[in-house]
């Protein structure tokens, strides 16, 4: 569970419509941004993006390489 309860309405319009999110934990917070992401970048754009922000904890002794394999296990990141 956890520790960090978020208390926000975020409303997205795009040329199909508009979607409205609630997210109550970083967790869901996180999906919705990744979902905004994909529909605006595409999925290999949205990665690259994703993988640019984690690199900025690779120096976290805690945290670091722990997030950055299990970002980098679901897919290799694939560059053109």
């Known amino acids: 569970?956890?520790?960090v309860s978020i208390k926000a309405d975020i409303?997205?319009?795009w040329r199909q419509g508009q979607s409205s999110y609630?997210?109550?934990n970083p967790?869901?917070?996180a999906i919705i941004g990744v979902d905004v992401l994909v529909k605006e970048l595409g999925t290999e754009a949205a990665r690259?993006?994703?993988m640019q922000v984690f690199e900025r904890y690779t120096h976290?002794?805690?945290h670091g390489n722990a997030?950055?394999?299990a970002a980098g296990s679901a897919a290799p990141l694939v560059t053109p």
Do not use: H, Q, T, W
């Open 22 to 24: 609630s997210p109550g």
């Open 11 to 13: 409303k997205v319009e």
């Open 1 to 3: 569970m956890s520790n």
């Open 60 to 62: 976290d002794p805690l």
């Open 27 to 29: 967790e869901e917070l």
């Open 67 to 69: 997030v950055l394999a």
């Open 48 to 50: 690259s993006f994703i």
